[in-house]
């Protein structure tokens, strides 16, 4: 099992589009995935459990993976997380 | 009595709120209201549990059904996205497995199972997200769609045709839904610029006030005027304030109409020459518009935003989500990508103010001292061109030596070879430019033409540094002129040096937005001119009433000029001719 702490930088926080991007990415993978976020647990691969999260840019989260596949699943959902799921930066609305 | 009542009924009353999506309109307000949930109550018996199921499983996939049709007719891919999200929200496998649980251990209804379930994510919901930022409609919007599938009952979306729609909230489904009602504006009482409802409204283009805290003072049937730019609604209004928005409305349509009308011409002179318009832009966001008045292409992405407004700015993937990001919004066209321009300040904590910072360590200057800056943004570059072949250029900011193209292009070639050796190939090789906006550059244009692919003027600093004028100094900002006769005459030099080497020349400073030097840049051979989006339609105007021989006899006359008096008078007298 693999526990790996990931911050959310996209301005707009974890809504709805990211998290679609998230559970997608998630489903890819055989592993079991659960995101804990200021005491919660929910499953990674369902959407609404992301959502209702509400992360908001600069929230902490804690993936934690489970499964055969579950290195190569942290690196590619970290990297998505990390990478602002493709978002605007800051200011760029502007 | 009564009578008071009714005046006051049809008083006029203005409202504020957000804007919500650009446009101007007046008409007929039609309220829409949400019905009501009604689930049943009470407990199933065990032999119904598996008709309460199948009724569960039906109503999802009606609803996908649904939205697959909605999906259908979509071209904009934020509402694209916004379905999708939909149909994954469907699809969850803990929001079926929970319902089913309801349904199989505590014996309830499909539709009262649906919403015992959807209740419990909107609590935690509630917890954890900032009112502000309300997303519960996204889901609550789903819920009711999927209990009115269990219950055979679908209240249509039905609003009048060509009325302006008030609503308390909007899903972005109930918007594309009503947005083929053709509805002429939207009115919401709650959400704000951000809200997905004001998303979609922008991308399909209806005017729309949000976050107006007395929408409820509007009835069904009222005349509205809606003004999407500033937030203001007018309910009822008098004679004259209905007047003065007919006449904005008419503004609108007219200027619209005939910038669409004219972007959609050829880019030919009125002798059937032809030349390549693009743009100068700085964000994904302005794509839409880069769309709307067919640039082809981006002439010059800026790209210091993207550096200057993070932290850490050694992200890579970042960088390349971006530059992705405008090539797949401006295909088949080619991306001219410039490297980070901008004085080193901007960059890093200096101990030392520069007396002279536009004389300073600024542009590839800076660049070269921070190779790693550099090359990060090369890979990322690199990286992308490879995901579209033959489209983008990459452009090289404040060259004043040839050591320095020289310097650029090795670490090019290191940043390649990094990317290998991490498993990367690129096989790409974009056409390597620099800015020509120091005049040691353009003295010595027919050099740097034979070791780059392309050349591109930067007016802006190429005046500052020919005329010594700094713009912003006040004292002497009426000596700054980018028509001035020396640079028109450094302009021809270039223009000739990149012909005799056959090296593509553009101009992608502030002179190419100018309709009158557009057309003289163009005499003078330059024909690929790149400028924001918002002149654009202008100066292709002014280009395509024209003939090329008009403008040869035009640049030949400024050529010709000695002093801005000169250049001020072929001026005017060209625009009066028209």
Known sequence: MIKQKVTIINDAGLHARPAAALVKTAGRFKCDFYIHMYGYKVNGKSILGVMTLAAEKGAELELELDGTDEKEAAEVIVDLIESGFGEEYEGQDE | ?578
């Open chain 2, 1 to 578: 009595m009564e009578k008071n009542m009714k005046d006051r009924m049809n008083n006029e009353i203005s409202l504020s709120g957000s804007p919500g999506s650009p446009g101007i309109t007046i008409g007929k307000a039609s309220l829409y209201r949400r019905e009501d949930m009604a689930v049943s109550s009470g407990e199933i018996k065990d032999g119904e549990v598996g008709d309460q199921i199948g009724k569960f499983d039906k109503a999802r996939k009606r609803s996908l059904t649904g939205l697959q049709e909605l999906l259908e007719d979509q071209e904009d891919e934020t509402v694209i996205e916004l379905i999708n999200t939909q149909i994954e929200m469907i699809n969850d496998p803990d929001l079926c497995k929970r319902v089913e649980t309801e349904i199989r251990e505590h014996h309830q209804p499909a539709d009262s199972a649906i919403h015992t379930v959807f209740g419990e994510y909107l609590d935690i919901l509630k917890q954890n997200q900032d009112d502000l930022l309300d997303r519960s409609i996204d889901i609550t919007d789903i819920r009711d769609r999927l209990i009115q599938f269990v219950n055979y009952h679908l209240p249509q979306a039905e609003v009048e045709q060509n009325t302006i729609l008030v609503a308390k909230e909007l899903s972005p489904r109930e918007v594309i839904e009503f947005s083929e009602a053709n509805i002429k504006g939207i009115i919401m009482g709650r959400g704000g610029q951000t809200s997905h409802a004001a998303i979609i409204a922008r991308s399909m283009n209806i005017p729309a006030a949000v976050g107006l805290k007395n929408a409820d003072l509007i009835s069904d049937g009222n005349e509205v005027a809606l003004d999407g730019n500033t937030g203001k609604v007018i309910v009822n209004p008098r004679q004259s304030t209905r007047q003065k928005y007919e006449k904005l409305i008419e503004q609108q349509l007219k200027q619209q109409a005939e910038i669409e009308a004219f972007c959609a011409e050829p880019n030919e002179t009125s002798d059937g020459h032809s030349f390549t318009l693009r743009a100068n832009i700085e964000f994904a966001e302005e794509l839409d518009s880069v769309q709307k008045c067919r640039a082809e292409g981006i002439g010059l992405l800026r790209t210091e935003s993207i550096y200057l407004q993070r932290e850490h700015f050694g992200n890579l993937r970042m960088q390349e989500t971006f530059y992705k990001a405008i090539l797949e919004g401006t295909k088949p066209h080619p991306v001219t990508i410039r490297l980070f321009d901008a004085g080193g300040d901007k960059f890093f904590e200096m101990s030392q103010k520069e007396q002279n910072p536009f004389l300073g360590w600024r542009g590839v200057r800076m660049l070269l001292d921070e190779k790693e800056l550099l090359k990060n943004q090369l890979k990322a570059i690199l990286k992308t061109a490879n995901c579209f072949p033959g489209r983008l250029r990459i452009l090289v900011p404040m060259i004043s030596t040839l050591e320095e193209v020289l310097e650029v292009k090795e670490l090019m070639a290191d940043a390649r070879n990094e990317l290998k050796e991490d498993g990367i190939t690129v096989d790409e090789q974009p056409p390597f430019g620099v800015m020509v906006e120091v005049p040691s550059v353009a003295l010595q244009a027919k050099t740097f033409a034979e070791h780059t692919d392309f050349l591109s003027i930067g007016t802006n600093d190429l005046t500052q540094y020919v005329l010594a004028v700094d713009r912003g100094n006040e004292l002497i900002s009426d000596l700054y002129d980018q028509r001035h006769p020396a640079v028109w005459k450094l302009l021809k030099q270039v223009t000739d040096a990149a012909r005799g080497k056959n090296v593509p020349l553009s101009v992608c400073g502030e002179l190419a937005s100018d309709p009158v030097s557009a057309c003289c840049l163009m005499g003078m051979g330059i024909s690929e001119l790149s400028m924001g989006t918002s002149a654009l339609p202008a100066v292709k105007r002014m280009l395509r009433v024209h003939s090329l021989k008009e403008m040869q006899q035009l640049s030949r006359k400024v050529l010709e000029s000695e002093i801005m008096d000169d250049i001020n008078r072929i001026f005017r007298e060209w625009t009066q001719k028209n």
